[in-house]
């Protein structure tokens, strides 16, 4: 699968992501922590210009919807 190589080079992402909460800029305090799911799944997105197959996309964004329902609540019902 096309895709495995890129993955492997997605851990930039991860890294890209934790300078950006880290440099802030929003006002002191702590960046916020991000769920360790979605911190994996951020570290296996391919760089900007790589082949990403449209099928290996939506298979990503269906984790992540997942991860977000298994992470989240919704508000309770009244």
């Known amino acids: 699968m096309a895709s495995t190589g890129s993955r492997d080079e997605g851990g930039g992402a991860q890294e890209q992501v934790g300078e950006r909460g880290s440099s802030g800029g929003g006002g002191g305090g702590e ?3 991000i769920d360790p799911i979605i911190q994996g ?3 296996r997105l391919p760089k900007s210009g790589d ?4 099928p290996d996309r939506k298979l990503w964004l269906q984790l992540l919807e997942g991860s977000f329902k298994l992470i ?5 019902a009244n």
């Open 51 to 54: 082949v990403w197959p449209e």
């Open 31 to 33: 960046a916020p922590r």
């Open 41 to 43: 799944l951020l570290s």
């Open 72 to 76: 989240y609540k919704d508000e309770a």
